[in-house]
């Protein structure tokens, strides 16, 4: 297994790799893609896949492993990225990104083999996945944690704090959810379209050790995240992020939640990043 040594400048490296990676897979399939969102996880999948997690790139189905879960759908974008800087399928999968008959769809389909834990369509369900997970590792004597990742839009789901309830009364220690807070979602800014008012009271309330910290921050995600405390509490990171985040023309910009890249603003997001 992978245990890692935390490297901010190479984290930083990464992170900016795959902000490239996520306008070359929206370019080249040429059709929509859940920009907004995806771009606004990097530092969030950076982190967790090159400093937090333990896996095998040689094996990706090692029962030691730990596990991730994709339930905020919408970021797919960042997750193949992260899984191919992290190593465990090559760059030119990405190519084939949304084309006929490939494995990286527009949501996530359920591959252990290329590191993707499960399936994703109607938003809110993965909570309740690694719920599962997390309660199998402790009945079974694991050691290895779950991790998931959801959006703050999501969090309007009723099964999201079903799940919440469940990892609090069976104590799960071992599950670390992450909201990617970007304060929007596809209608617009989530306050007007359902306003949550506190994250971080809520999920106090169902009894999660709760922290708050800034989602682009890769020193301050990763000494949160893994920190772990063996108290009998599930752990939420609430991660306050940019929609869009590294694209001025997208930052912020519900229209980028889901919209196809042309050439000439294709150019112009390259630019901006610098990556090569």
């Known amino acids: 297994m992978n245990h890692k040594v935390f490297d901010e400048t190479r984290i930083k490296i990464m992170a900016s790799t795959m902000r490239r990676n996520i306008l070359d897979m929206a370019y080249e399939c040429g059709s929509s893609t859940h920009l907004g969102g995806g771009l606004s996880i990097v530092e969030i999948m950076a982190t967790l896949y090159g400093a937090v997690m333990n896996f095998d790139v040689a094996d990706p189905t090692n029962a030691g492993r730990d596990r991730f879960i994709l339930s905020k759908g919408h970021g797919v974008l960042g997750f193949y990225a992260a899984l191919t800087q992290a190593g465990i399928f090559p760059l030119r999968l990405l190519e084939t990104f949304q084309h006929n008959e490939t494995d990286l769809t527009s949501l996530t389909v359920m591959n252990a083999n290329l590191g993707i834990e499960s399936s994703n369509g109607s938003l809110g369900q993965g909570l309740s996945m690694a719920v599962g997970i997390a309660l199998y590792s ?19 789901e009723g099964e999201v704090w079903e799940a919440a309830m469940s990892a609090s009364q069976f104590k799960l220690d071992n599950l670390t959810a992450i909201v990617d807070d970007n304060s929007m979602q596809s ?36 000494h949160t995240i893994a920190q772990r405390d063996i108290n009998g509490r599930p752990k939420v990171v609430i991660a306050k992020t940019v929609k869009g985040k590294g694209i001025s023309f997208m930052e912020n910009n519900k229209d980028w939640h889901h919209n196809r890249l042309t050439k000439s603003l294709y150019e112009k997001a390259i630019l901006e990043i610098g990556v090569s």
């Open 138 to 156: 402790k009945l079974r004597g694991k050691t290895f944690n779950t991790y998931v990742l959801l959006g703050n839009g999501e969090c309007n």
């Open 187 to 222: 209608d617009g800014e989530s306050s007007q379209v359902m306003d949550m008012l506190s994250m971080p009271e809520k999920f106090r309330a169902f009894g999660w050790d709760t922290v708050s910290v800034d989602g682009h921050d890769i020193s301050s995600l990763y």
